[in-house]
């Protein structure tokens, strides 16, 4: 199953382009130790553990399948934990049918085919739990040692990958809660570090806008990748949920002592059906705390209420669903299949959407495509940061980038050095490409972009205008000298 999810996740690496976040791993982990760790001290600095892994994958190069494969290899990861874990609350077939669905869904190829940690963060969720699951089952030093490593991985992976772990809280016992808060606040150091490096660069994200409840109405969509799967897994995992609370294990289930279900030292008790309670408590708490305590962190801090943050909620989503169709009492097999079938079916329209070429909503080779040079012509970016994706993909003649200044980014950040007087660049210029991040609107109406008013200073009207489709793409503008 592992090698399943992995493959599901890497067979999209190299079909979308790079986006706008993917460059900016490229930007970060590119630099010089010393230079990485003064953009660290500006922006992204909670990413430092991802991009020093990243940096040094890159010493091997920068393509685009290079680049996404890490993520790809640690869904893989994911997905055996999580088939391990499925066995140890229920059995063989829980677990397989868990990875089977996390596998198919299109939130899980879309970030296992990401040059980002989201990945990693959910692997180390995934992981947190079912060392936690260990060291509940048998509490000896070395498996509580396991545990506190998960937990430091968790926190160093996301940021908001620890709004997963209040619900290891439903699973505390009084034999086993010294090793446990021990574990719990050695693995932490790591989060309280990087979130005040993070509370202290919240500035970086000040483009997150305010989120409602509402939000929560999408939660199924956000989790899985596609609504109608969603929606449909969601409410497994509620059944599923329900089933374990009730001790419905169904034929062959788990539940003996010899798998440490009927223990006290399972975490829940001195009976099977106590433990079930508790982890039925904890997987609950995994799927829904963390877009609740996201949500709340936006209103009491500062928004941050991202759909992507909440990826590490997927493993939980599929676990849930497994134990439901594991608890069928006939042909729970059977069942099996055809809920990854159908889960499949209702998800394919999303495969192919983000296989494609325009995959992550930035298609800087459409762009290219788009951009039909002559001698002399010149080229201005909306926003700096976007020449990264021409330094990338340009393999062809291109416009005179008549406003940088050097070739390498700011120290402080991803944009680059330009010059401030755009009509002095662009004097003996007939015609200017503008290029930026965002709808046509954004750009021609108002003063969004500001880069494109100061074009039209300059001179120039608008000629042409196009964007690649998907928001917030990429637009392409050509203007003339009047």
Request: charge should be positive.
């Amino acid at each position: 199953m592992a090698l399943l999810a992995g493959g599901a996740a890497f067979s999209g690496t190299g079909s979308a382009t790079l986006n706008g976040d993917e460059l900016a791993t490229i930007s970060f982990a590119s630099r010089s130790l010393a230079g990485m760790w003064e953009l660290a001290q500006h922006i992204d600095g909670h990413f430092l553990p991802y991009y020093l892994f990243m940096h040094f994958w890159m010493k091997a190069g920068t393509a685009e399948l290079w680049l996404r494969l890490p993520s790809a290899i640690v869904i893989g990861v994911a997905a055996w934990f999580l088939t391990d874990l499925g066995r140890r609350l229920h059995s063989a077939r829980a677990g397989v049918t868990a990875a089977a669905v996390f596998a198919i869904l299109p939130s899980v190829s879309y970030l296992g085919a990401f040059a980002r940690s989201y990945a990693f963060a959910a692997a180390a969720v995934v992981f947190s739990f079912w060392a936690l699951h260990r060291a509940l089952e048998r509490p000896e030093g070395r498996r509580w040692v396991v545990y506190g490593v998960a937990i430091a991985l968790v926190c160093s992976t996301h940021l908001f990958a620890v709004l997963a772990l209040p619900a290891h809280v439903a699973l505390a016992r009084r034999a086993v809660l010294a090793p446990m808060l021990g574990a719990l606040a050695a693995g932490f150091v790591p989060a309280v570090v990087l979130g005040l490096i993070g509370y202290g660069e919240r500035h970086a994200i000040s483009w997150i806008p305010q989120r409602g409840p509402e939000v929560w109405l999408k939660f199924p969509k956000m989790a899985a990748g596609t609504t109608a799967l969603g929606v449909l897994l969601f409410a497994m995992a509620l059944a599923g949920a329900a089933l374990l609370w009730a001790g419905r294990r169904g034929a062959g289930g788990a539940g003996s002592p010899a798998d440490g279900a009927g223990s006290p030292a399972g975490g829940a008790g001195s009976s099977a059906g106590g433990r079930d309670r508790a982890w039925a408590l904890a997987l609950v708490g995994w799927l829904i705390l963390p877009p609740l305590l996201l949500l709340a962190v936006s209103h009491l801090l500062t928004p941050v209420y991202v759909d992507r943050y909440l990826f590490v909620t997927a493993p939980a989503l599929a676990l849930l669903a497994g134990l439901a169709v594991a608890a069928i009492p006939r042909f729970p097999v059977a069942a099996g299949v055809v809920v990854v079938l159908l889960g499949a079916g209702l998800a394919f329209p999303d495969h192919v959407e983000i296989r494609e070429e325009n995959g992550r909503f930035e298609n800087i080779p459409w762009a290219l495509r788009v951009i039909r040079a002559e001698p002399d012509d010149a080229i201005v970016f909306g926003q700096s940061q976007v020449r990264r994706g021409f330094d990338y993909y340009a393999d062809s003649l291109m416009p005179v980038d008549v406003l940088r200044i050097g070739v390498a980014p700011h120290p402080d950040g991803f944009g680059y050095p330009e010059r401030s007087d755009v009509s002095a660049a662009l004097h003996r210029r007939e015609r200017v490409w503008v290029v930026w991040r965002g709808t046509k609107k954004s750009g021609l109406e108002g003063d969004g972009i500001p880069r494109v008013g100061q074009v039209k200073e300059a001179g120039f009207e608008l000629s042409m205008a196009k964007h690649s489709g998907d928001l917030p793409g990429l637009t392409v503008a050509l203007f003339i000298r009047r």
